[in-house]
């Protein structure tokens, strides 16, 4: 069992920088591949980033490349998304996600947080 808590969102301008934090629980932290998803309102939730188990690997939808870093401290249980440039569309609650395997962690999802709210103002 993984537990996964979220924190840093919280209200920025336009061009501001956030950083995003995700806290585990469980000794098994370090095998799961790691991911943040969003749901803006009125949307589906969607994919943002992922990273493998040793960090090795990491994947992003097109509209964060160039802006946003997904990173992990395996020792601290903590996976963090450095979000750079922020911008009105990217408002959303932030989701967590651990999956047993990097290649599927856009679809298949084995535990979830219960979310951060990051909000662009223009």
């Known amino acids: 069992q993984v537990q996964l808590v979220e924190s840093g969102g919280g209200l920025v301008q336009a061009g501001d920088s956030l950083r995003l934090s995700c806290a585990a629980s469980?000794?098994?932290?370090?095998?799961?591949?790691m991911g943040w998803f969003r749901q803006a309102p009125g949307k589906e939730r969607e994919f943002v980033a992922a990273?493998?188990?040793?960090?090795?690997?990491?994947d992003y939808v097109d509209s964060v490349k160039g802006r946003f870093t997904i990173s992990r401290d395996n020792a601290k249980n903590t996976v963090y998304l450095q979000m750079n440039s922020l911008k009105p569309e990217d408002t959303a609650v932030y989701y967590c996600?651990?999956?047993?395997?990097?290649?599927?962690?856009?679809?298949?999802?084995?535990?979830w947080g219960k979310g951060t709210l990051v909000t662009v103002s223009s």
């Open positions: 996600a651990a999956a047993r395997t990097f290649q599927t962690i856009r679809g298949l999802i084995n535990y």
């Open positions: 469980g000794r098994t932290f370090s095998s799961y591949a």
């Open positions: 990273i493998s188990w040793s960090g090795g690997s990491t």
